[in-house]
């Protein structure tokens, strides 16, 4: 290898290491990062009066990403397979598309509720749960604004 293609080596391989999406201070882990573009993805949710399991399948078509629910963590907080959703992203006024974290973070926080990764899915459980990886993601939302 000549000194030209040792050194362009050389510095895309020291590009690659100073570009790595970072989660606070941890990088991602590699099958996390599908999640994480998703939840900045802009999304369009539009639902009345439907139930979590219906609202998680859509987002699950909408977004492709894998999305599970902490029943347990849900019960806690007297949410079931049963409670109704109501949640329209694009609100007159608004823009008609935000991204998806701060979707869920409104469709979700009227009800105790949040989201973090677990076990590289996208999981729905109470806020009390979910409070340590939010503040963390919050970091990463600031940092990307």
Not at 92 to 106: K, M, V
Request: glycine content about 4%; some cysteine; aromatic content about 10%.
């Amino acid at each position: 290898m000549n000194n030209l293609a040792a050194s362009i080596a050389i510095a895309v391989c020291i590009c690659a290491v100073c570009v790595q999406p970072t989660f606070a201070a941890d990088p991602i882990d590699p099958l996390d990062v599908p999640i994480f573009e998703a939840l900045f993805d802009t999304t369009s949710i539009d639902i009345k009066l439907v139930a979590l399991p219906d609202f998680v399948e859509y987002l699950v078509d909408f977004h492709g990403v894998p999305i599970e629910v902490d029943w347990a963590g849900l019960s806690e907080v007297k949410i079931d397979r049963t409670t109704q959703f109501t949640y329209k992203s694009s609100k007159e006024g608004t823009r008609s598309n935000c991204p998806l974290y701060r979707a869920l973070w409104e469709a979700l926080g009227g009800r105790d509720l949040s989201f973090m990764i677990v076990d590289h899915k996208l999981t729905i459980t109470s806020s009390k749960k979910a409070k340590a990886w939010q503040a963390a993601f919050v970091k990463r939302v600031e940092r990307t604004q």
